[in-house]
């Protein structure tokens, strides 16, 4: 069965500083990784995903997430947090031959301080 | 592209009543859509998985009678909470996945604030 474990259920970075929000997942077989960003009160906004292929995926907003197959994990990066940046973080996987379920992590609350 | 609107954004009503909600996929066709469950501070919980033109599929936990959930087009599914109770009060977000391109991804509607009185 799968799994995702997002480490931190809240992180809080100065305005400028290296944003990392941890995700690890469990699968027997390759995965399909993504990257959530939810706003207050609205859905969910793709940032990014890994399919196949190059293994440093790069998303919207200046995010970008390395794929680490022999550490199972996906972890999200922006090199300089902007206040904007403020949100609820998910990372997700699925397989699919399962019709496409995401599996969602916790979720982490970033908070960037001025 | 792969937009998906979800109506109503918010919804206040009375214990008992029934509530329909809307699941658009407005630029392209998505042949299985996904409705979604999501408590305050915690994650998405998914509550059934729907293909056009077939029955839903539920998770383990969630009463099919309670959440009728409709995917008679490859454009629309609706979500229906019947006898809603205060309990149900939720935010509930569907999202949609299409064909190609677009099939690795799920695209997300907005939500909708639901509150039963």
């Known amino acids: 069965a799968q799994s995702v474990t997002q480490l931190g259920s809240h992180v809080s970075v100065s305005e400028g500083a290296l944003v990392l929000l941890r995700c690890n997942y469990s699968s027997s077989v390759p995965p399909y990784l993504f990257w959530y960003v939810q706003y207050p009160n609205q859905g969910l906004q793709l940032l990014l995903k890994y399919t196949t292929g190059a293994t440093l995926v790069k998303g919207i907003n200046g995010f970008e997430a390395e794929f680490k197959k022999s550490e199972t994990s996906f972890h999200l990066t922006k090199p300089s947090a902007h206040m904007s940046d403020a949100a609820e973080y998910f990372c997700a996987v699925t397989l699919l031959r399962e019709g496409g379920k995401l599996i969602f992590g916790q979720g982490t609350e970033l908070s960037v301080k001025p | 592209g792969a937009v998906v609107s979800q109506h109503p954004s918010r919804v206040i009503c009375k214990s008992g009543t029934s509530v329909k909600i809307e699941c658009r996929s407005l630029?392209?066709?998505?042949?299985?859509m996904f409705w979604y469950r999501q408590f305050p501070k915690k994650s998405l919980m998914l509550m059934a998985t729907s293909n056009e033109g077939s029955k839903a599929t539920y998770e383990q936990g969630v009463e099919k009678d309670k959440f009728l959930i409709n995917h008679a087009s490859l454009t629309l599914s609706t979500l229906t909470v019947t006898s809603a109770h205060p309990e149900d009060s939720s935010f509930y977000i569907c999202?949609?996945?299409?064909?190609?391109?677009?099939?690795?991804?799920?695209?997300f509607g907005d939500g909708t604030r639901l509150s039963i009185l």
């Open positions: 630029d392209f066709q998505a042949t299985t």
């Open positions: 999202s949609a996945r299409g064909q190609g391109g677009t099939g690795e991804s799920q695209h």
